[in-house]
Antibody, heavy 126, light 106 residues
Framework: QLQLQESGPGLAKPSETLSLTCSVSGDSMSSGSYHWGWIRQSPGKGLEWIGIMSYSGSTDYNPSLKSRVSMSVDTSKNHFSLRLTSVTAADTAIYYC??????????????????WGEGTTVTVSS | EIVMTQSPVTLSVSPGERATLSCRASQSVGSNLAWYQQKRGQAPRLLIYDASTRASGIPARFGGSGSGTEFTLTISSLQSEDFALYYCLQYNSWWTFGQGTKVEIK
């Protein structure tokens, strides 16, 4: 059974760079046609998509975060990572990683989050 | 950005009763809509995708319907474990979530 587990520092200072890792177990990231994503949840903004990437490394980022976000994948370690620069208090949230399953329709190929990690709380404070 | 609006914000229902949750998109998303359940301290759990397809292991009392801009999640007979937060997600154009509906015990 596929499981995802987020890891990283629970506290970051304003203007610093936040780095989180999502470890995938129970299957290889390169099997199937899945993408891999990051989502965050805060009381003020609710659930917010951050970015999605394929195992080959192609990415889509939320336009509102695009200038500060990057994602990468390490298929040898079966994990993927999130990097968010110049953090502020507004980046305080629970950060989730998720597998994104593919659905093929007449209109195209789409991805939705089907399996989520348990989340990791990140607080930005000096 | 497509805005997803859920209603009501809170739904008070007695166990065994039917619950109907709504999700409206600011523009058509076709059938590219999912529903999630979230309990306190847990990650969201996928219930429905493609507007009406139940995810693996989801009980038949959960049903989804709709297309375009109007969607409904129906829980036919609420069980104690169903009292939770519910979110819709459109994945037709980027990804945006609704603000959630809390289903509470009446």
């Amino acid at each position: 059974q596929l499981q995802l587990q987020e890891s990283g520092p629970g506290l970051a200072k304003p203007s610093e760079t936040l780095s989180l890792t999502c470890s995938v177990s129970g299957d290889s990231m390169s099997s199937g046609s899945y993408h891999w994503g990051w989502i965050r949840q805060s009381p003020g903004k609710g659930l917010e998509w951050i970015g999605i990437m394929s195992y080959s490394g192609s990415t889509d980022y939320n336009p509102s975060l695009k200038s500060r976000v990057s994602m990468s994948v390490d298929t040898s370690k079966n994990h993927f990572s999130l990097r968010l620069t110049s953090v502020t208090a507004a980046d305080t949230a629970i950060y989730y990683c998720a597998r994104c399953d593919e659905i093929v329709t007449v209109g195209g190929v789409y991805y939705y989050m089907d399996i989520w990690g348990e989340g990791t709380t990140v607080t930005v404070s000096s | 950005e497509i805005v997803m609006t859920q209603s009501p914000v809170t739904l008070s229902v007695s166990p065994g009763e039917r619950a109907t949750l709504s999700c409206r998109a600011s523009q058509s998303v076709g059938s590219n809509l999912a529903w999630y359940q979230q309990k306190r301290g847990q990650a969201p759990r996928l219930l429905i995708y493609d507007a009406s397809t139940r995810a693996s292991g989801i009980p038949a009392r959960f049903g989804g319907s709709g297309s375009g801009t109007e969607f409904t999640l129906t829980i036919s007979s609420l069980q104690s474990e169903d009292f939770a937060l519910y979110y819709c997600l459109q994945y037709n154009s980027w990804w945006t979530f609704g603000q959630g509906t809390k289903v509470e015990i009446k």
